[in-house]
């Protein structure tokens, strides 16, 4: 391509234009030879690189995170995959970071080599090691009794009190730099845990490591609250409605359904609209004596945006694509020139809307819903998610929120409106049709409330995050910058 640009510009600017430059460096033999003898060009070219030399070269000898924490990675996994109902959940790397992790997998844990330490502790540091490596976020209690992939390397501190900051450390940007600059592999890039001892860190005061240890607990606590709320709101949900309708053994190969079902305005005409999971949800609400309304009819708007040609540059604003609002507390958002599309500030949200994933694997992300904070609201946010207004005088927004995003009385009446093949897509016409179903306005007030208080304590969580990595990033470029005032300086 590069050739055919030359061959394609004006003759008398064939000579003298650049249409490729080649990135490179001069570095001593000596440092090929140290370590791990990297000879990849990236190693050296990555700004991660030049982080770690700056650490290095400071006059004051620092550990490495070997001396302060324990890194290691459990054997890759050979499992026999059984049904939901014998086999134990597991989580790929990937599905460990979203917000509400949902087992697609179960595995015979008697077939499982070392499965014990397949499960991970609340409060363990883990990082991703393979494909988009170092990524960094806690374990909390959403992966309670989950088996979890060996693509996340674990880092258990060998003092409680570095803790927190090793987990604020390994977040910052000089952190990821160097972790991303350590990366090998040319399709999958890889991390060791190797590569994670050899990462120098400087130790702060015995104050401030407390300081990071307090703001870690607090994100631990608060995530792991919030997962117990939006547990108990989905229960309360579930009590009122008769249980989940999986009890009933509604499991089936082959059905059959009227003529007329399929002759409506939609004319939907895939076996998976019609369902018998979504079927039978419907039926189990009408046995129950519980009336259901159209989405449409308890909310202000349901739409989505025009498609439009995303520039992303550091000059942007903050991007929330479906990737990013369905995992927890993304480090790496991208930024967006807003000025590419139309009237930019349609694309934003307010508290209280409920956004929806509209494209995407039926399995997966599609048909997901989140609640809109106050910590959205500077974001611009992606055309494929529709956007749900709840009109407060019918319908509370932590209430909606329940009814769409449940996973067994829910999700399957939302997912089951998906068209396509390839990457199935959801239409706001489709999702304005779902039916909600209403129970008593006492029940539909506490449920709403204890769901509206896990999304703020989720929030407050990312808050408090964001606060420890960017004081985390600020310790570090006062500590290269030779201020030593905030560092424990006597450790080696």
């Known amino acids: 391509m ?12 064939q000579q003298s234009w650049r249409w490729h430059e080649a990135k490179w460096t001069s570095i001593s033999a000596s440092i090929l030879k140290r370590g791990d003898r990297r000879m990849e060009g990236d190693n050296y070219l990555l700004g991660g690189y030049g982080v770690r030399l700056a650490f290095e070269s400071q006059h004051v000898p620092l550990p490495t995170i070997h001396k302060l924490a324990t890194v290691w990675q459990p054997s890759r996994l050979k499992g026999i995959q059984l049904t939901r109902e014998h086999g134990t959940p597991f989580l790929a790397a990937t599905q460990v970071y979203d917000l509400r992790p949902s087992p697609r997998k179960f595995l015979s844990l008697d077939r499982t080599a070392g499965s014990n330490e397949r499960f991970i502790d609340n409060g363990t540091i883990v990082i991703t090691c393979s494909g988009n490596v170092g990524r960094v976020t806690l374990i909390y209690k959403a992966h309670a009794g989950v088996l979890i992939s060996h693509d996340l390397l674990r880092v258990t501190p060998k003092s409680d009190r570095a803790w927190g900051w090793l987990y604020a450390f390994l977040r910052s940007a000089q952190g990821g730099a160097m972790m991303t600059s350590a990366q090998y592999g040319h399709m999958i890039k890889h991390l060791e845990p190797s590569h994670i001892n050899a990462i120098p860190i400087p130790i702060p005061r015995d104050d401030i490591l407390d ?41 089936k190969v082959g059905f059959s359904v009227g003529t007329s079902e399929l002759f409506g305005k939609r004319r939907r005409f895939e076996a998976s609209y019609h369902s018998p999971a979504a079927t039978e949800i419907l039926t189990q609400f ?61 694309y934003r949200v307010k508290a209280g809307w409920i956004v929806m994933a509209c494209s995407g694997q039926t399995y997966g992300l599609n048909g997901s819903v989140a609640l809109m ?50 990457i199935p897509h959801l239409d706001p016409e489709d999702i304005a049709a779902i039916p909600i179903v209403r129970l008593a306005e006492n029940i539909e007030r506490d449920i709403a409330d204890l769901m509206e208080r896990s999304i703020q304590l989720r929030a407050s969580a990312d808050v408090i995050e964001n606060a420890m ?3 985390a990033s600020d310790l570090n470029d006062r500590f290269l910058a030779g201020d030593t005032a905030e560092f424990n300086i006597a450790y080696s």
């Open 211 to 251: 300081e990071f240890h307090k703001h870690a607990k607090q994100v631990l606590d608060s995530r792991n609250q919030a997962w117990e709320l939006q547990v108990a709101a989905e229960k309360m949900f579930s009590d009122a409605v008769g249980g989940h309708p999986a009890a009933t053994g509604i499991s």
């Open 469 to 471: 990595t960017k004081r």
């Open 286 to 346: 009408k046995n129950a004596g519980l009336r259901t309304q159209p989405l449409r009819n308890v909310t202000e708007k349901v739409w989505w945006m025009t498609r439009f040609k995303r520039v992303f540059g550091d000059a942007g604003v903050r991007y929330m694509s479906a990737d990013n609002l369905f995992s927890i507390n993304p480090s790496d958002a991208k930024k967006v020139m807003i000025e590419q599309a139309e009237n930019p500030d349609s």
């Open 373 to 422: 904070t106050e910590q959205h609201e500077d974001a611009f946010f992606s055309h494929d998610l529709v956007r749900i207004i709840a009109d407060a005088d019918h319908i509370r927004a932590g209430y909606l929120f329940t009814v769409l995003g449940h996973p067994q009385l829910g999700r399957p009446l939302v997912i089951r409106n998906a068209y396509g093949t390839s």
């Open 2 to 13: 590069a050739i055919r640009a030359k061959l394609s510009a004006p003759r008398d600017e």
